[in-house]
């Protein structure tokens, strides 16, 4: 099953569409959060039971709002990539 996150990106151009990533996780006294390496851009927060385990994505959108950048990517787990 693949799962999609937004990242904050504090710059332009840092991340295109179609870009293969690697996030990095981090651990807060009760939550997790994840860094697209090498610290290109910062997801939320997320409780441990929202843990994600795939660690390889690919971006699927680059957006500029009022409050910055945003970078979305999709993470498939390894036995659905296999398929």
């Given at each position: 099953?693949?799962?999609e996150m937004v990242f904050k990106m504090e710059r332009p151009?840092?991340?295109k569409e179609g870009d293969h990533v690697?996030?990095?996780e981090g651990v807060l006294p009760s939550n997790y959060y994840y860094t697209i390496d090498p610290s290109l851009a910062m997801s939320g927060n997320f409780p441990f039971r929202?843990?994600?385990l795939e660690r390889k994505g690919v971006v699927t959108k680059v957006e500029e709002n009022a409050r910055g950048f945003y970078v979305t990517a999709v993470f498939s787990s390894e036995d659905e990539s296999k398929a």
């Open positions: 099953m693949a799962r151009g840092l991340l690697t996030v990095t929202e843990r994600m």
